[in-house]
């Protein structure tokens, strides 16, 4: 049996009673390490469950999962994911490779941001498509999830925005020489998507185009959600780019314009440290 188990938000004590009997009795024990990370590392997981753990990255996962799969079909075999097991599509991609082996799988679910986030206040249910803003480079500065951001407010609806992770990444130089020289991690902050977030509306206004978001607009930041060290802080879009909310994991919620008044009484118990009062948008519905 292949388990994919969630491990939650937090830290090691996030999995669940039935997710933590399952890392127990299997044979093989992975970690996914690259989609999302915890706030403790992997010496403290393994502590915690009693077990040893197999670090998967990225390349493993997506080009090698013969191996995490192999002898599945007759013995037991984990693989453990920050969150949900649906976070990511990747997850998706290995079911269907151990389908196709005629190895069955069970999921154990958990907690994600994708739900989490409703702590700041914001009703689930006004959440619309949820974007990735990537770490831009000199030259690769996609703009294209802003025109799901539009649609969203477009709709009312709030946006989540997941922020960058370069976790075992390369350099260019180090990628074509083959060379295994890894840069070290990466956690886009608040600050910098909400930079890049006023680099895409100065770059709409001078194309002549009227952003669906503006300086002004009503955001939400959050960081290591799940966490007891999680912080929340809500104001403008231009606020977010000095908030300091400290260490990863980050995320952003772009709000949908008009809110429930028990969204704006809820998001006032969160103002930006700087701020001696409730966030307030000029923005109209």
Request: aromatic share 6%; charged share 20%; glycine share 8%.
């Amino acid at each position: 049996m292949l388990y994919l188990v969630g491990l939650g938000l937090g830290d090691a004590k996030d999995i669940t009673v039935k997710g933590l009997e399952v890392v127990r009795r299997c044979s093989r024990v992975y970690l996914e390490a690259y989609t999302s990370v915890l706030t403790v590392g992997k010496e403290a997981l393994e502590e915690f469950y009693g077990k040893k753990l197999i670090l998967a990255d990225r390349e493993e996962v997506e080009q090698e999962a013969d191996n995490i799969l192999k002898d599945a079909d007759v013995s037991d075999v984990a693989f453990l994911v920050v969150g949900d097991p649906f976070g990511a599509t990747t997850h998706s991609d290995l079911i269907l490779r151990a389908t196709s082996l005629g190895i069955p799988y069970r999921v154990i679910h958990n907690a994600s941001i994708l739900n989490a986030v409703g702590c700041c206040g914001l009703q689930l249910y006004k959440f619309g498509e949820t974007v990735s803003i990537v770490f831009w480079t000199d030259t690769w500065r996609p703009e294209s999830f802003f025109d799901k951001v539009k649609k969203n407010r477009q709709n009312g609806m709030h946006t989540l925005c997941l922020l960058d992770i370069k976790v075992k990444e390369q350099s260019l130089e180090n990628l074509i020489k083959g060379r295994k020289i890894y840069e070290p991690p990466r956690y886009m902050t608040v600050n910098q998507a909400a930079q890049q977030l006023l680099e895409v509306i100065q770059n709409q206004r001078a194309r002549g185009e009227e952003p669906a978001v503006t300086e002004e607009t009503l955001c939400v930041g959050l960081a290591r959600v799940g966490a007891e060290d999680q912080q929340i802080a809500a104001g403008t879009l231009q606020q977010m780019c000095s908030v300091a909310l400290g260490g990863p994991l980050h995320s952003l919620v772009i709000t949908g314009g008009s809110l429930h008044p028990l969204e704006m009484e809820m998001l006032s118990l969160f103002p930006v440290p700087e701020a001696s009062s409730g966030p307030q948008s000029t923005e109209g519905p």
